[in-house]
């Protein structure tokens, strides 16, 4: 399902193919490698870009830059999972009547789970950091990995350090 907010271009290419350019993008398809899920979220805003800083001030989705999205599709999900509440301060919760043989499945999933902290700040916010890993402009679609480890330090550090100028 294509939004109003989507304008995408077809393109001839060589051999008569046809390219997909993506002018504007609202949303695309995000994968969360630690949980092995895929949700389509909203596409927020460019926050850092390895190549080009213009590139972040204008907004322009290019394959590797690192994007926010929209943080509750994966929210909902972990929710539902794992029964959990995650990105909210901490407030009563009222209890919902699950059946036994829910409880037990929620807690033999919690058994050995855990949401690292950084992630778990990032869902408190309510929106991701992700990597573009699709090319908007050849393929017309905006599809990427969220961040987490590691890798989601180095940026968050990067992102810091520039605000810092």
Not at 65 to 80: K, V
Not at 124 to 146: E, F, N, W
Request: proline residues 1%; contains cysteine.
């Amino acid at each position: 399902e294509m939004c109003i907010r989507d304008r995408i271009h077809t393109v001839r290419a060589r051999g008569g193919n046809l390219k997909y350019r993506a002018l504007r993008l609202d949303s695309g398809n995000f994968s969360w490698a630690s949980e092995s899920i895929t949700k389509k979220c909203r596409v927020l805003n460019v926050v850092y870009n390895a190549s080009n800083n213009e590139l972040v001030r204008t907004n322009t989705l290019v394959k590797g830059s690192i994007i926010e999205i929209d943080a509750t599709p994966f929210r909902q999900f972990y929710e539902q999972h794992y029964g959990v509440q995650i990105g909210k301060k901490k407030e009563d919760e009222e209890a919902t009547k699950k059946s036994n043989h829910l409880e037990r499945k929620l807690k033999a999933r919690n058994i050995n789970h855990t949401l690292a902290k950084d992630m778990d700040a990032q869902f408190t916010k309510g929106r991701l950091l992700a990597v573009v890993t699709s090319r908007p402009g050849q393929s017309g679609r905006c599809d990427g990995a969220l961040i987490e480890g590691a890798e989601l330090k180095f940026y968050e550090a990067k992102m810091a350090k520039k605000k810092g100028k």
